[in-house]
C-alpha cells in the first residue's frame, strides 16, 4: 500500500535561510510524487511533480524536489526563503492510473523575518 | 469557470441532519475527486469521477457518505445523518483527465462543522 511520510509537523526558518521539508514514501511500484502547498484559507496549489521524466524537478516560486528512490524520499527545497512562502506544504503519492492522491500529514513553514 | 468552485464556502448543521455539498469543476474536465481534511486525519481521498466510468468510492468512510456527478460537471457529495467526526474542510478537484501525470486543481474548500 503506498504511504507518505512528512519528518516535522512544523518547520521554521529565517528569511533568507535555506527550505528543507522532507517526504518519504511507500510504494509497491514507480510512483507518481508532487508538492502541493495551502496558504491560508485557501485551496491546495501545486508546486511541483516527479513523472519519471528526471529526478531533479524544478517547480514554482523556487522550489525545487529531488526524487531519490534508493532513500525513498522527495525532499523539497528552496535555497533562499521569503516571508511570503509561510504555508502548510503536503507531500502526496499516487501510483494508480486515477490519479487518486494519497497525502502526507502536511508541514507547516513558518518564516522569520 | 475559472477555477473549481464549491459551495457553501462555510455550513454549520445540527447533528442528525442531512448536507450536501456543490463541487463546480474546471470546464472541460473530465476527472473529478472529493478530499476530506481533518485536524486528526489530514487529508484523506474521499471518491474520484472519471467520464462515465464508474465512480471509484474506495475512501467514503461510511454508507452515510454518498456522491454524484451530473452530466459529467457539476458534483454532489451527501452526508446524511451528520456526526460531530464529520466536521472537516471538504475539497473538490479536478482534472482534465484522469491519471497521476494531469495536474489537479482544488477548489478552496466548504468547511462544515457539525454541532
Known amino acids: 500500500a503506498q504511504s507518505v511520510t512528512q519528518l516535522g509537523s512544523h518547520v521554521s526558518v529565517s528569511e533568507g535561510a535555506l527550505v528543507l521539508l522532507r517526504c518519504n514514501y511507500s510504494?509497491?511500484?514507480?510512483?507518481?510524487l508532487f508538492w502541493y502547498v495551502q496558504y491560508p484559507n485557501q485551496g491546495l496549489q501545486l508546486l511541483l511533480k516527479?513523472?519519471?521524466?528526471?529526478?531533479l524537478v524544478k517547480g514554482i516560486n523556487g522550489f525545487e524536489a529531488e526524487f531519490k528512490k534508493s532513500e525513498t524520499s522527495f525532499h523539497l527545497t528552496k535555497p533562499s526563503a521569503h516571508m511570503s512562502d509561510a504555508a502548510e506544504y503536503f507531500c502526496a503519492v499516487s501510483e494508480d492510473q486515477g490519479g487518486k492522491l494519497i497525502f502526507g500529514q502536511g508541514t507547516e513553514l513558518s518564516v522569520k523575518p | 469557470g475559472a477555477g473549481v468552485s464549491q459551495s457553501p464556502s462555510n455550513k454549520v448543521t445540527e447533528k442528525g441532519k442531512d448536507v450536501e455539498l456543490r463541487c463546480d469543476p474546471i470546464?472541460?474536465?473530465?476527472?473529478l475527486y472529493w478530499y476530506r481534511q481533518s485536524l486528526g486525519q489530514g487529508l484523506e481521498f474521499l471518491i474520484y469521477?472519471?467520464?462515465?466510468?464508474?465512480?471509484?468510492k474506495s475512501g467514503l468512510p461510511s454508507d452515510r457518505f454518498s456522491a454524484e456527478r451530473t452530466g459529467g460537471s457539476v458534483s454532489t457529495l451527501t452526508i446524511q445523518r451528520t456526526q460531530q467526526e464529520d466536521s472537516a474542510v471538504y475539497l473538490c478537484?479536478?482534472?482534465?483527465?484522469?491519471?497521476?501525470?494531469?495536474?489537479?486543481?482544488f477548489g478552496q474548500g466548504t468547511r462544515l462543522t457539525v454541532v
Open positions: 510504494s509497491s511500484v514507480p510512483p507518481y
Open positions: 470546464s472541460g474536465h473530465t476527472a
Open positions: 469521477f472519471q467520464g462515465n466510468s464508474a465512480p471509484d
Open positions: 516527479y513523472t519519471s521524466a528526471a529526478t
Open positions: 478537484a479536478s482534472s482534465l483527465e484522469g491519471g497521476s501525470y494531469t495536474e489537479a486543481f
